[in-house]
């Protein structure tokens, strides 16, 4: 039996289904006229502020469907922009605006793969799948744009100040070892699909960062998505830091995957992207009620007047960007 594809759909079959299958909006959503229409509408009548983030995810550039999943790809697309939501402190993802640019030859199959984990992955954060667009394209590409609320003031990444502590979510280095182990496509060891799953399916740090915001000042906050080193980078604009390398958390699993190979270990803690953990700053005044708030989060420096400085065993070590580049 020949597959069905998105070409036997159409373009309005296809909005057709995404709206059948949407998920149902609840009252604290206000929504005044929902997907279907020329545009979304909703009732902002509170005074807390909107915040709007955005994210692109494009096959063979951050993600293969010989790796990943439909189900796969839904998920991490939604989640990356959780992970934007949730850095901005007090916050509350809400509209999710899907752009789907996809090749004719798709299959349909894929396709409600595709939707249904979207669908389930904005159910899990109570988010009201609002609206979009398809058009058809050489290579899979997905767009979500993601209004959420912040009931405080949004903390950026600009306001950390002389003395602040230097905090992180998680481990950091298991997305980088994971898509290195996917790309050489070998029989895989347990821990190996633990490093691979890290990179397939992130996790956003939404509740995290509702938790410590509403327990204390934030200075400034950002996340993991480019890699620790560059979120250092745009938490230090215009200040510096001192970085303990070894206070920098890995998972066990990435120890035995480089074999205690240091160079090869902080290369991916501090250069690979895509794990969506958070980088933050607090008044040194907080930081045992945070350790005792959050057992999972771990101090690796501070912010001073002068340059950011990576020490390795209480000596300054020469840390030159050796991530991925976009262009």
Same mark, same amino acid.
């Given at each position: 039996? +020949? @597959?069905?594809?998105?070409? =036997?759909?159409?373009?309005?079959?296809? $909005?057709? %289904?995404?709206?059948?299958?949407?998920?149902?909006?609840?009252?604290?959503?206000?929504?005044?006229?929902?997907?279907?229409?020329?545009?979304?509408?909703?009732?902002?009548?509170?005074?807390?502020?909107?915040?709007?983030?955005?994210? #692109?995810? #494009?096959?063979?550039?951050?993600? +293969?469907?010989?790796?990943?999943?439909?189900?796969?790809?839904?998920?991490?697309?939604?989640?990356?922009?959780?992970?934007?939501?949730?850095?901005?402190?007090?916050?509350?993802?809400?509209?999710?605006?899907?752009?789907?640019?996809?090749?004719?030859?798709?299959?349909?199959? %894929?396709?409600?793969?595709?939707?249904?984990?979207?669908?389930? @992955?904005?159910?899990?954060?109570?988010?009201?799948?609002?609206?979009?667009?398809?058009?058809?394209?050489?290579?899979?590409? #997905?767009?979500?744009?993601?209004?959420?609320?912040?009931?405080?003031?949004?903390?950026?990444? @600009?306001?950390?100040?002389?003395?602040?502590?230097?905090?992180?979510?998680?481990? *950091?280095?298991?997305?980088?070892?994971?898509?290195?182990?996917?790309?050489?496509?070998?029989?895989?060891?347990?821990?190996?699909?633990?490093?691979?799953?890290?990179?397939?399916?992130?996790?956003?740090?939404?509740?995290?960062? =509702?938790?410590?915001?509403?327990?204390? @000042?934030?200075?400034?906050?950002?996340?993991?998505?480019?890699?620790? *080193?560059?979120?250092?980078?745009?938490?230090?604009?215009?200040?510096?830091?001192? $970085?303990?390398?070894?206070?920098?958390?890995?998972?066990?699993?990435?120890?035995?995957?480089?074999?205690?190979?240091?160079?090869?270990?902080?290369?991916?803690?501090? %250069?690979?992207?895509?794990?969506?953990?958070?980088?933050?700053?607090?008044? &040194?005044?907080?930081?045992? &009620?945070?350790?005792?708030?959050?057992?999972?989060?771990?101090?690796?420096?501070?912010?001073?007047?002068?340059?950011?400085?990576?020490?390795?065993?209480? &000596?300054?070590? &020469?840390?030159?960007?050796?991530?991925?580049?976009?262009?």
């Amino acid at each position: 039996m +020949k @597959t069905k594809t998105i070409e =036997n759909l159409g373009e309005f079959g296809l $909005i057709d %289904f995404i709206k059948k299958h949407n998920t149902k909006p609840k009252k604290h959503h206000n929504i005044c006229l929902d997907i279907g229409d020329d545009c979304f509408s909703f009732n902002p009548h509170t005074k807390s502020k909107y915040i709007v983030t955005t994210d #692109i995810l #494009i096959e063979n550039i951050h993600f +293969k469907r010989e790796w990943a999943t439909a189900k796969q790809i839904g998920q991490k697309a939604i989640e990356v922009n959780v992970s934007d939501i949730a850095s901005m402190g007090n916050t509350k993802p809400l509209y999710a605006f899907i752009s789907l640019g996809i090749p004719k030859n798709t299959s349909i199959d %894929f396709v409600k793969q595709l939707f249904s984990s979207i669908k389930s @992955t904005c159910d899990k954060y109570d988010i009201h799948l609002s609206g979009g667009d398809t058009v058809c394209a050489k290579d899979i590409t #997905i767009s979500v744009t993601l209004i959420g609320i912040c009931y405080d003031k949004p903390i950026s990444r @600009t306001g950390a100040k002389n003395g602040d502590l230097i905090f992180v979510s998680g481990t *950091f280095g298991d997305s980088c070892a994971g898509l290195e182990i996917l790309s050489k496509r070998k029989s895989l060891k347990d821990y190996e699909r633990n490093l691979i799953k890290k990179h397939l399916v992130p996790q956003a740090r939404l509740k995290e960062a =509702n938790l410590i915001s509403k327990n204390m @000042t934030v200075t400034s906050m950002t996340d993991s998505s480019d890699g620790l *080193f560059k979120s250092i980078e745009l938490l230090t604009e215009n200040k510096g830091a001192v $970085i303990n390398m070894e206070k920098i958390p890995l998972s066990q699993n990435l120890i035995k995957y480089t074999n205690k190979d240091y160079n090869k270990l902080y290369n991916c803690a501090l %250069f690979g992207g895509e794990e969506f953990e958070l980088v933050f700053t607090i008044n &040194k005044k907080d930081k045992t &009620k945070l350790e005792k708030l959050l057992p999972n989060v771990t101090c690796i420096g501070y912010i001073n007047n002068g340059k950011v400085t990576y020490l390795q065993n209480g &000596k300054p070590k &020469k840390v030159k960007y050796n991530g991925y580049k976009h262009f």
